[in-house]
Structures are given as structure tokens and as C-alpha cells.
């Protein structure tokens, strides 16, 4: 994959981070959970997703398999963006959560 299709891959799984982030603060909210539990939940939430993004391992029939976040684009005949050694999600989680509360 070259610089300008990572840098890409980046900023999808940044924007895909913060969506993910945002849609549970936003069901909190929504179910009256005081901002300060709120934003530890979603750092907490996120972080620990992040890890099993980053780091996970799926037993399966006596092989081990890790999880990834991959993507198409919107075409007739979509292509797939994917790097199994991709942005790491962990190194962003917290960061992400304190935008999505400022």
C-alpha cells in the first residue's frame, strides 16, 4: 500500500472511530447518563474495542484468527481498501472520545 492509499486507510478508520464513539454518547445522552459517566464509558468502550481491533485473537476450530476493519467504496464495482497492519485504533481511542465531548 503506498503513503497516499494509508493516509486514506487512516482517515477512514479515524472518521470510523469517531462515529462509532459518538453513536454510544449519544445513546447515553439519551438515556440520561450524567456526561462525566458518559465519557468515561466511551473511553472505556472505545478503548477496549480498540484493542480487540488491534490486538484481538478469534479462536476458531483450533486456528486463531484477528479481527480488522476494511472498506469499499460506493462504486458498481466496489474496491476494497483493507492492510491487516493498519492504523492501530488503541492510540486514538481516548483522544477521540475527549473531541467528541468538547
Known sequence: MDDAAYEQLEALCADFQR????LLR??????????????????????????LFDQ???DY????FRPFVAFTDDAEQPALIVEPNGPQFHEYALGTTDEAYE
Open 26 to 51: 449519544d445513546r447515553l445522552k439519551k438515556h440520561n447518563i450524567p456526561n462525566d459517566i458518559a465519557k468515561s464509558i466511551c473511553g472505556e468502550f472505545s478503548f477496549d474495542l480498540s484493542m
Open 19 to 22: 462515529q462509532w464513539i459518538v
Open 61 to 64: 476450530q483450533g486456528d486463531s
Open 56 to 58: 484481538g485473537e478469534i
